[in-house]
C-alpha cells in the first residue's frame, strides 16, 4: 500500500520561521514548501537565517522568493538546488509543482515584480518542463500524477487576492494558466488579508495568509487525491 504524501506549505513568512516549532506534522512531513516573501526586502543572508530555522526541523525544503525578497535570493535558492521559481520540480515521483515566485506590478515598487507577460512566460516554462521530464515515459497530464501550481501572487478575481477594499489585486496570467490547464491545486499568498479559499473551475486556491501570525497548509496526497487542511 502506498503510504500518504504529506506536505506543509508556509508563506509570508517575511523573517518569523519560529512557528515551525509549533507544527507538530512538520518534523515527519515529505516536503516543506515556502511560497516566498522570505524576508523583509532582505538579501540572500536574510533569507539563510529563515532556511537555518526550517531546515532544523526538516531538511526536505522547496523555496522561491516572492516581491519582498531581492532578485539574489532567486539565484542563492538556485544554489542550494531548492529553488521553485521558473520551474518544474518532480518530488518522489508522487507529485509536481509548478513554481511561480515575485508577484504581478505593485503601487509599491517593491523589489520582485513582474509583468503579466512574464509571470504567464514562467508558468508555462514550469508546465513545458513538467511534460518533458527525463524518465517519464508520458506527458504528466497523461500519468495522473497531480499538479500543484504555487503561485506566491494569486489568481486574479477570486477570494484569494481580494483587498479589504474589495479590491482584486491578483495575476491576470496566472488566471488564465489555471482556467486552461487545471492543475489540481494552486498554492497562493501575497494578499494577507485575503486568506481563505476559493475555486476556479475544478482547480481549489488556497491562500494560508503569513507564516508569522501563524498560517499554513497541510497537503495530503493519496495516489492521485489531494486533501487540503488550511490551519490559520
Same mark, same amino acid.
Given at each position: ?142 500519468? $495522473?500524477? +497531480?499538479?500543484?501550481?504555487? %503561485?506566491?501572487?494569486?489568481? !486574479?478575481? *477570486?477570494?484569494? =487576492?481580494?483587498?479589504? &477594499? ?14 486552461? $490547464?487545471? +492543475?489540481?491545486?494552486?498554492? %497562493?499568498?501575497?494578499?494577507? !488579508?485575503? *486568506?481563505?479559499? =476559493?475555486?476556479?473551475? &475544478? ?30
Amino acid at each position: 500500500m502506498v503510504p500518504l504524501m504529506r506536505i506543509i506549505s508556509i508563506g509570508d513568512i517575511h523573517m518569523s520561521a519560529k512557528n515551525i516549532y509549533n507544527i507538530k506534522e512538520a518534523e515527519t512531513a515529505d516536503l516543506i514548501i515556502l511560497n516566498g516573501d522570505i524576508t523583509n526586502y532582505g538579501s540572500s543572508g536574510d533569507a539563510k537565517s529563515v532556511l537555518d530555522t526550517i531546515l532544523s526541523v526538516n531538511q526536505n525544503v522547496l523555496a522561491q522568493f516572492a516581491n519582498l525578497d531581492k532578485p539574489e535570493l532567486n539565484d542563492y535558492l538556485e544554489e542550494l538546488n531548492i529553488n521553485l521559481h521558473n520551474q518544474a520540480r518532480l518530488v518522489n515521483n508522487r507529485v509536481c509543482l509548478l513554481g511561480v515566485g515575485g508577484s504581478n506590478q505593485t503601487p509599491f515598487g517593491t523589489p520582485t515584480e513582474f509583468s503579466e507577460q512574464e509571470l504567464h512566460q514562467f508558468v508555462e516554462n514550469g508546465y513545458n518542463q513538467a511534460t518533458t521530464f527525463i524518465g517519464l515515459a508520458e506527458p504528466i497530464e497523461k500519468i $495522473k500524477i +497531480p499538479l500543484i501550481l504555487v %503561485s506566491h501572487v494569486p489568481p !486574479e478575481g *477570486t477570494a484569494v =487576492d481580494t483587498l479589504r &477594499s474589495g479590491k482584486h489585486v491578483g495575476s491576470k496570467a496566472i488566471r488564465r494558466f489555471i482556467e486552461d $490547464k487545471q +492543475p489540481d491545486l494552486c498554492i %497562493s499568498g501575497h494578499i494577507h !488579508e485575503a *486568506t481563505g479559499m =476559493d475555486m476556479i473551475g &475544478s482547480t481549489p486556491i488556497y491562500n494560508p495568509g503569513m507564516f508569522r501570525n501563524g498560517g499554513w497548509l497541510e497537503i495530503l496526497i493519496n495516489k492521485s487525491k489531494i486533501t487540503v487542511t488550511l490551519h490559520d
